[in-house]
């Protein structure tokens, strides 16, 4: 009996420790691929010669980021359980303009929280 309390106790920790570990992973893959889209944005707009915008909303499920003004819209896609901050203020909603000339407006810093507010991402968008 006790041997089996032992096990149980041991296998909830592995689990629980598991499921952590992927929570960071995922939170960091989706910031990944949110810079592989901005990166796409910005040589979407040199290459068609005209305004690319990128936009990010909070969503009950995450972070949620859209871009328009191009023939094929994208949108839904999401840096799942998280929220965002501008100089430490938390935001719902922030529009990003990418221009031809290679300028980023507004030129900011973004910090993105998972949802425990455990792991955290900064992302500058004036060093791309």
């Known amino acids: 009996m006790i041997v089996l309390a032992i096990i149980s106790i041991v296998g909830s920790s592995f689990g629980f420790w598991i ?3 992927i929570e960071k992973e995922r939170f960091y893959s989706d910031i990944k691929n949110l810079q592989k889209t901005v990166l796409m944005c910005q040589k979407m707009a040199k290459i068609r010669q005209g305004d690319v915008f990128f936009i990010l909303n909070k969503s009950s499920k995450g972070v949620k980021y859209e871009i328009e003004n191009i023939s094929l819209p994208m949108e ?4 799942s359980n998280s929220s965002m901050k501008l100089n430490n203020k938390e935001i719902k909603s922030i529009k990003i303009e990418f221009s031809p000339a290679g300028g980023i407006y507004p030129s900011l810093k973004l910090t ?3 949802k425990n507010k455990k792991y955290s991402k900064e992302f500058n968008f004036k060093s791309l």
């Open 19 to 21: 499921f952590k570990l």
């Open 112 to 114: 993105f929280l998972s």
């Open 76 to 79: 839904k896609n999401l840096i």
